[in-house]
């Protein structure tokens, strides 16, 4: 009898291992980076925008070392060894810059009431950091995120997986938790939604009551997030307690004596003017219940404050879910003047809020942008140089130059002249690495993309 017992334990805990081998893999090894080392890129023959300069440069070649650009120049010399890139016929453009998603986020519900995604599919996701989210992402040329939100320590886990290239995705900049009030936004729709598990929402949120607590939760997080987010909006629901203007003012200047800024989502125009009472440093969202006027406008442009509209996700939710066209529209008229106003503007999805899919709307944001008014070079400045300027961030990211971090998008068409030729995307190098590659399509039968061949530079013992 014991030595049964002793097999069936043994089976028992074998099984187990097994089981936490096979997750720990799965974790380890879905959508998995490579290591850098190997020769040096050049994209040769393409078009080269700069969004800083609205300038492009003809027929140029790129030359990437490991994860840094060395050089730009029609007339630039190719390495010996090179892996050589022909992108004749191709805009190449800074990678894009989706400045609001929530890698960990979960619709609850779809159109038919029932979940997207039930708990069991949720974790085994979890466990693996999202590939199918990661990769969606990169082939939509998204090669970096700011999180706005995710589950703390997680998200700086993952980021930090993803720059030591052990998985494969956009580089990750993370706010961790959100700082929100008791019941606020967002732990009201997490728990209406069946998220509302103590542990979720602990990870996700941080629910502040008094200032030594609002001021304790900064400091905790402050060492290993690259900025803290604050909630001031309702989602929707005007009756949501929201922090107070005391709690927002202990949270930025906790913040900022940390060197970190602080972003703030908004709905309203009173969370606006609090969130610039305190001196915040970004606004996610924008203001649906009235006009923003023009003595704001002024304030805004002037303090250079940066403006994350959202307005996908925005319509969607006001739109869709709660039937509010009226309020959808006053946010798409608002984006419009903050752009003739001259506030700096950047492309954010808010993915997955409901009715928003990663890299998919961030076109469609894309797209909006261009609809209230910007031109389709500032719409790409807006996911480019201006949003790696928001992240403080300029001198390594938002255009293609020497020195700069290798994230490049070769997109087919002309982004310039149609905002919708951004998404038709044939090539996606992420800090050096080329993670989506599909160039043989540029010269498939019936299309003529490529408008010359290019003569190879340096023929010896270079490859395609």
């Not at 002793?6 to 959508?31: D, F, H, N, P, Q």
């Not at 900049?173 to 929402?201: C, E």
């Amino acid at each position: 009898m014991k030595i049964l017992s002793i097999l069936k334990w043994s089976l028992i805990g074998l099984t187990l291992l097994a089981g936490a081998g096979l997750i720990y893999g799965y974790a380890r090894v879905r959508y998995p980076g490579e290591a850098l080392g190997g020769p040096p890129i050049a994209l040769v023959g393409g078009r080269v925008y700069d969004p800083l300069g609205d300038s492009v440069i003809e027929g140029a070649t790129v030359v990437i070392e490991g994860r840094e650009i060395v050089s730009v120049d029609a007339f630039a010399p190719v390495p010996d060894a090179a892996r050589i890139l022909y992108v004749n016929g191709l805009t190449l453009l800074p990678g894009y810059i989706d400045s609001h998603v929530h890698l960990s986020g979960i619709r609850s519900r779809v159109s038919d009431g029932s979940r997207e995604l039930g708990w069991t599919g949720y974790l085994w996701k979890f466990l693996g950091r999202f590939p199918d989210r990661r990769r969606a992402l990169i082939e939509s040329g998204v090669t970096t995120v700011k999180s706005l939100g995710d589950p703390y320590p997680w998200i700086v886990r993952m980021a930090d997986r993803i720059e030591r290239h052990e998985l494969a995705g956009p580089r990750i900049f993370a706010a961790g938790p959100m700082l929100t009030a008791p019941g606020g936004h967002p732990v009201a729709r997490f728990r209406q939604a069946g998220q509302g598990d103590t542990s979720f929402i602990a990870q996700v949120t941080r629910q502040l009551v008094g200032p030594a607590e609002a001021g304790s939760a900064v400091k905790q997080i402050s060492l290993r997030v690259d900025f803290i987010t604050a909630v001031l909006e309702t989602g929707g629901d005007t009756n949501l307690p929201k922090l107070s203007a005391g709690l927002l003012r202990t949270i930025t200047t906790t913040a900022h004596d940390r060197g970190l800024p602080v972003l703030v989502h908004v709905s309203t125009l009173a969370g606006l003017d609090e969130a610039m009472r305190v001196g915040v440093d970004g606004i996610e969202h924008i203001p649906v219940d009235r006009p923003i006027d023009p003595i704001k406008l002024e304030d805004l442009r002037g303090r250079g404050l940066f403006v994350d509209p959202t307005l996908q996700a925005v319509e969607r939710q006001y739109g869709e879910l709660h039937g509010d066209t009226a309020a959808a529209r006053r946010a798409r008229q608002n984006v419009r003047r903050l752009h003739d106003a001259g506030v700096p503007l950047v492309a954010g999805s808010d993915a997955p809020s409901p009715g928003t899919t990663f890299g998919l709307t961030f076109h469609e944001e894309l797209r909006n942008l261009v609809e209230v008014g910007l031109t389709p070079g500032e719409a790409i400045a807006a996911a480019t140089s201006v949003a790696a300027d928001y992240l403080g961030l300029s001198e390594k990211l938002g255009t293609i130059a020497p020195g700069k971090w290798a994230d490049i998008v070769a997109v087919g068409g002309d982004p310039l002249a149609d905002i919708v030729a951004a998404a038709d995307i044939y090539l996606v190098i992420a800090d050096g690495q080329v993670l989506f590659e599909r160039l043989d399509d540029v010269r498939r039968a019936g299309e003529v993309i490529a408008v010359r061949p290019v003569k190879p530079r340096n023929p010896r013992g270079a490859r395609p």
